[in-house]
């Protein structure tokens, strides 16, 4: 199995940026396709941005697209989440996710499809 750290977040005004980060540790051997989630106040859990083990395939939600940049550094056991021009409707707490069920070539949207999840960390815009 994998544990999952995510870091990063904090309290920043409308139109900021912050880079989120995410460290795997534990079956990091395993090449893995991984993902964003949020889950924004009084919301269920929605689809952020995910990416494969190569970093070849993206995926964004709508509301992120042109804004967010997923990426990740295997050497480093690392995915990165870039948020641009924060907006108050992206507050929320956001968790990294991983899974190894699933081709490592693929980038997948769909949380059912993750197992491993950590403890998120809260992303706060002001307006």
């Known amino acids: 199995q994998v544990q999952l750290v995510e870091s990063g977040g904090g309290l920043v005004q409308a139109g900021g940026s912050l880079r989120l980060s995410c460290a795997a540790s534990g079956r990091t051997s395993s090449r893995y396709p991984m993902g964003w989630f949020r889950r924004c106040p009084g919301k269920e859990r929605e689809f952020v941005a995910a990416?494969?083990?190569?970093?070849?395939?993206?995926y964004y939600a709508d509301s992120v697209k042109g804004r967010f940049t997923i990426s990740r550094d295997n050497a480093k056991n690392t995915v990165y989440l870039q948020m641009n021009s924060l907006n108050p409707e992206d507050t929320a707490v956001y968790y990294c996710?991983?899974?190894?069920?699933?081709?490592?070539?693929?980038?997948?949207?769909?949380?059912?499809?993750?197992?491993?999840w950590g403890q998120g960390t809260q992303v706060t815009v002001s307006s």
């Open positions: 990416i494969s083990w190569s970093g070849g395939s993206t």
């Open positions: 996710a991983a899974d190894f069920r699933f081709p490592a070539n693929t980038a997948r949207v769909s949380a059912s499809d993750y197992e491993y």
